[in-house]
């Protein structure tokens, strides 16, 4: 019974540690790679799952 319980605390830590939901500020937005543009500060990664408030505007800018 020990080790199901064990199994299931690895399997809920390994799926949310492989991706988050990420928001952002509510306040407007910002640009994609600065941390104030997200709450927690936090800029997303490949595989978060990203959340743009109504009324945000995220810039994202590529090198081409």
């Known amino acids: 019974m020990k080790l199901k319980g064990i ?3 690895f399997l809920v830590l390994t799926f949310a540690i492989k991706s988050a939901t990420i928001t952002s500020n509510g ?3 910002g640009n994609w790679n600065v941390t104030t543009t997200w709450v927690g500060n936090i800029v997303p990664v490949a595989g978060d799952n990203v959340i743009i ?4 505007l995220v810039t994202v800018t590529t090198n081409t």
């Open 7 to 9: 199994l299931f605390l």
């Open 27 to 29: 306040t407007g937005g």
């Open 53 to 56: 408030a109504v009324g945000d």
